[in-house]
């Protein structure tokens, strides 16, 4: 991985940009391709990594693990391994990951309704979605 240069302009705005706009602080938090993807699975109750492997298709072991990171570091979501072999993780939304419900739902029923390709098989999709 490549340093940043802490002294940059760059680095320096998007600083800025956090401390004072709300969207930025979501972007940081939830940010990325795949991070809403894995919410808004969560959403409908705990779920095993291979649930999650399976309900997110497309997404590697690497990055769903770097995923699951992130966002149990940010507090988004809990991971609780069980003591036994083979291993038995559960992850589960936090109270803070919770909240992103409404967010999360206002992305899901925008696109339901926007796509004219994909909208029946969202609104399928949704069916679990908590309301």
Partial sequence: MTAIKESSTIQANKQLAYQQCPVTYVMEKIGGYWKPIIMFHLL??????????????????????????????????????????????????????????????????????DSKESGKIFRKNMKDFPV
């Fill in 44 to 113: 409908s109750g705990p779920k095993r990594y291979g649930e999650l492997k399976r309900a997110v298709p497309g997404i590697t072991e690497k990055v769903l693990i770097q995923q699951l990171k992130q966002l149990e570091a940010d507090e988004l979501i809990n991971r609780k391994a069980e003591p036994v072999i083979p291993p038995h993780v559960t992850y589960s939304l936090t109270k803070s990951g919770k909240g992103m419900r409404d967010v999360l739902w206002a992305m899901a029923n925008w696109a339901a309704n």
